[in-house]
Every structure is written in structure tokens, then in C-alpha cells.
């Protein structure tokens, strides 16, 4: 192998590590954002909006979403039984 091969492969070699490094820095990214409890892509949130969704109306039409379930249970003059 000449000089000239072995920095060729070198300069190969370096940017296939490059790039495998930014794919597994998005990667973990994205997996940490799928199990981050405060961000609305999180696997929780999501998977309990599909569910909702379905039932809610038998749809999916993105027709419910937890933020938007706990805000109604939590402002809604819902009368629970409770004097206030
Ligand atoms: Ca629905």
C-alpha cells in the first residue's frame, strides 16, 4: 500500500467514524426524547393520546390528548361531591 492509499483509507476511515458518531449522537437524541416525561413525543404521552383517541370516539383523528384531558378534568366545573 502506498502513501497516498494509506491516507486515502485514513481520510475513509475518519469520516465513516464521523459519520457513524452523528447518527448515534441523533439516535440518543431521539431516545431520550422518547422517554422524556416533559416533551410531548415521549412514548408514554403519545402511546395514551392513540389509545384516547380510539376510544373517545373509535377514531383516529388525533380527536384527544392527555394535556388536553387533564386540563378539562382540572378546569371543568365537574361536581364531584365536594363542597368548595
Ligand atoms: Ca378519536
Same mark, same amino acid.
Given at each position: 500500500?502506498s =502513501?497516498?492509499q494509506?491516507? +486515502? %483509507? @485514513? /481520510?475513509l *476511515?475518519?469520516f &465513516? #467514524?464521523?459519520?457513524i $458518531?452523528i447518527? #448515534?449522537k #441523533? $439516535?440518543?437524541? !431521539?431516545l431520550?426524547?422518547?422517554?422524556?416525561p416533559? !416533551?410531548?413525543?415521549n412514548?408514554f404521552?403519545? *402511546?395514551?393520546n #392513540? +389509545?384516547g383517541? %380510539? %376510544?373517545?370516539? *373509535?377514531q383516529?383523528d =388525533? !380527536?384527544?390528548?392527555l /394535556?388536553?384531558? @387533564?386540563y378539562? +378534568?382540572?378546569? =371543568?366545573?365537574i =361536581? @364531584?361531591g365536594v &363542597?368548595?
Amino acid at each position: 500500500m502506498s =502513501d497516498k492509499q494509506f491516507y +486515502i %483509507l @485514513l /481520510g475513509l *476511515g475518519a469520516f &465513516v #467514524a464521523y459519520s457513524i $458518531a452523528i447518527k #448515534a449522537k #441523533a $439516535a440518543a437524541s !431521539s431516545l431520550a426524547e422518547s422517554v422524556d416525561p416533559t !416533551s410531548s413525543n415521549n412514548i408514554f404521552y403519545s *402511546g395514551v393520546n #392513540a +389509545i384516547g383517541d %380510539l %376510544l373517545d370516539d *373509535g377514531q383516529s383523528d =388525533d !380527536s384527544f390528548s392527555l /394535556g388536553g384531558w @387533564l386540563y378539562d +378534568i382540572t378546569h =371543568d366545573d365537574i =361536581d @364531584l361531591g365536594v &363542597v368548595q
